[in-house]
Every structure is written in C-alpha cells, then in structure tokens.
C-alpha cells in the first residue's frame, strides 16, 4: 500500500495551492479519506475528511477556503487550497483512515497513511 503525496511547496499569503494524493495497493473507493496536517510544535489535526460516497467535511476554520475531493477512477485525492495564510504552514498528509473491504477471505481496517507534503505560506 502507498499512500504520494505531491503538491507542496513555498508560497506567498493570499496563494493557492492544490495538493495531490495517489493511492495503490488498496481498493482506494472502499476506504474514506482525509487530509491532516501537523505544523511546527503543534499536534496533528484534521483539515478534511470525504466519504466513499463524497460527502465532504472540514475543519471550522478551513471551511470555504480548502476543498477535498477524489476521483475514485484514478485512485487519487486532492485538496485545494486557496487564500494561504502563514498559519497554514504545516506538513500536510493523506490518509486513508475510515472503512475497511474484504481482503482474500478476511476484512480489513483502513489504515494507511503517507508520508507528507510541506506547505510553507510566508507573508
């Protein structure tokens, strides 16, 4: 399983970004998924979750700026993020964190996570 991330990068406030997630190893449409993002001292937080079905949720204070969304036929996630601030400077990851699909004969949890993309928004 993998989980890529690609996207990132050094931006100006006020910018956007659009970052990629391509997933492989795994029924990608089974598993519900989610961007996170952990800056400098801080915990890890949740910027956004989609379902199998594409119902979408963010962060309070995300909401209207970034938008998730995939295209099961490519295996693929996006999140696109517009007016950066420089508090949103932060390793951000991709993970496939909810749902689980039948393996062979048993089922399995999914739990898979990349291994990050940073996003530094200066002023």
């Known amino acids: 399983v993998q989980l890529v991330e690609s996207g990132g990068g050094s931006v100006q406030a006020g910018r956007s970004l659009k970052l990629t997630c391509a997933a492989s190893?795994?029924?990608?449409?089974?598993?519900?998924m989610a961007w996170y993002r952990q800056a400098p001292g801080k915990e890890r937080e949740l910027v956004s979750r989609?379902?199998?079905?594409?119902?979408?949720n963010y962060a309070d204070s995300l909401r209207g700026r970034f938008t998730i969304s995939r295209d099961n036929a490519k295996n693929t996630l996006f999140l696109q993020m517009n007016r950066l601030k420089t508090e949103d400077t932060a390793v951000y990851y991709c993970?496939?964190?909810?749902?689980?699909?039948?393996?062979?004969?048993?089922?399995?949890?999914?739990?898979?996570w990349g291994q990050g993309t940073q996003v530094t928004v200066s002023s």
């Open positions: 993970a496939a964190d909810r749902g689980s699909y039948l393996k062979s004969t048993y089922w399995t949890t999914c739990n898979y």
């Open positions: 989609i379902s199998t079905g594409g119902t979408t």
């Open positions: 190893g795994y029924p990608f449409s089974r598993c519900e």
